[in-house]
């Protein structure tokens, strides 16, 4: 009923990549661009280092796909991602607006399917566990209600707000927000 795709080493195979960097899910996220992942090196210098080493790092793009999922599945860990017509145009800052029905962008993993946006969808993370991106704030302040909004603004001079919080929501003293 319905099929979400996380492509992570969709690279060709001479250039490293072990997946399939074509759409083929009723949703298809693309993190990083979908083909090489930070933090990762090319399965080649990998399979190197795991000659060398022994470390096991060349599989390391095609695994972060379940690492994605996997990271996914803590309800309060959610990766938004943004329809765009290529990676390239989505970290020019052209695609970070939902849409008023929100099918400009979608969750990534195991909560995709509660998503309206389909289609092509792209996002960032970090190298590391816990993958995704998230804001510091200060701890300590207690507990307050109000509205809670991030601007994002691209080099080119084009921002965006996401509203994080509504107004009647309480914004608890987490130390973080993710976003």
Request: aromatic share 14%; charged share 20%.
């Amino acid at each position: 009923n319905f099929v979400d795709v996380i492509h992570s080493n969709g690279d060709s195979f001479l250039r490293g990549g072990l997946g399939s960097f074509a759409p083929m899910g009723h949703v298809d996220f693309y993190p990083n661009g979908g083909r090489v992942q930070v933090g990762c090196n090319s399965v080649f210098m990998g399979a190197l280092s795991d000659i060398i080493y022994g470390k096991w790092n060349s599989l390391c793009n095609h695994r972060r796909a379940f690492r994605f999922f996997i990271d996914s599945i803590i309800k309060t860990c959610t990766f938004r991602a943004f329809a765009c017509d290529t990676y390239e145009n989505y970290l020019r800052g052209d695609c970070f607006a939902c849409g008023s029905d929100g099918v400009q962008c979608s969750n990534m993993g195991y909560f995709a399917h509660k998503s309206t946006g389909r289609g092509n969808m792209y996002l960032v993370t970090r190298e590391t566990n816990q993958y995704k991106i998230r804001v510091i704030s200060s701890s300590g302040q207690g507990s307050t209600w109000g509205k809670l909004e991030i601007l994002f603004v691209a080099r080119d001079g084009k921002n965006e707000t996401f509203v994080l919080t509504n107004e009647a929501d309480e914004i608890k003293d987490t130390g973080f927000i993710q976003v």
